[in-house]
């Protein structure tokens, strides 16, 4: 145990830590100690006290809006990166296995998204259809599908010609049984990496908007707290600091995750893990 730990502690400290976390969102009522929008208290109480990390301008629990900012930030990153999966996913193989026509239309589609600053781009979207839990997941997902697509794309262009997929036409299996039983499998491992890196993509872009005021207003998230604590930063400091914080570890997290994902997959390391003493 303690060797597989030494050869990929990323996937194990990334892949606890998120864990942790996740179990704290999910639990999130039940370990708050008070609910994230009342008002409790005297406004910008500091650490201690009757308040573990104080409260904000209004007398709110800081604690119980970072358990609770938890559950909200995984959720619209977990929500949005498996939308964003299954367009890419979808544009990509398309592409790939069919090439001509279907595969310039593609690339061509998908260079319209990338050309477009992501950011600026999800806040016209989130302005469009107006600031809401539904309007950011959809926002998110349309300006982080483009580098799935590709990937996609990229490795269905690789696989659709091997063997096993020569083997499948010629026991008549359709265009959709191949792409989904045959390759798509084979194509997955360097998606599932590339797709965890989009959740800590999707919880950055989330706060981002949160703290612009563009996310849901009765949600409270990490990036809510931040921005709503802009104008006492001098005073509470506190306020700012720790949500950014959880948004660090969190983020910091799902990249390790994510490194020791891709190293797991990668038959190179694999091999060279065999052979180590």
Known sequence: MASLLQRNWRLWVGGGTLALIALVALLAPWLAPHDPWALLGPPLAAPGGDFLLGTDMLGRDLLSGLIHGARVSLMIGMASSLCALLIGVTVGALAGYFGGAADRIAVRFTEFFQVIPAFLFAILLVAILLPGLRSVIIAIALVTWPPVARLVRSEFMTLRSREFVEAARSLGLGHGQIIV?????????????????????????????SFLGLADPNLISWGYIIGASRPVFREAWWLSVLPGLCLFVT?????????GIGDAGNPLLRARRATAP
């Open 181 to 209: 039983r045959e390759i798509l499998p084979n194509a997955l491992p360097p998606v599932i990496a590339v797709g965890s890196l989009m959740v800590a993509t999707a919880i950055l872009t989330e706060s981002s908007l």
């Open 251 to 259: 983020v910091l997290s799902i990249n390790l995750l994510a490194d």
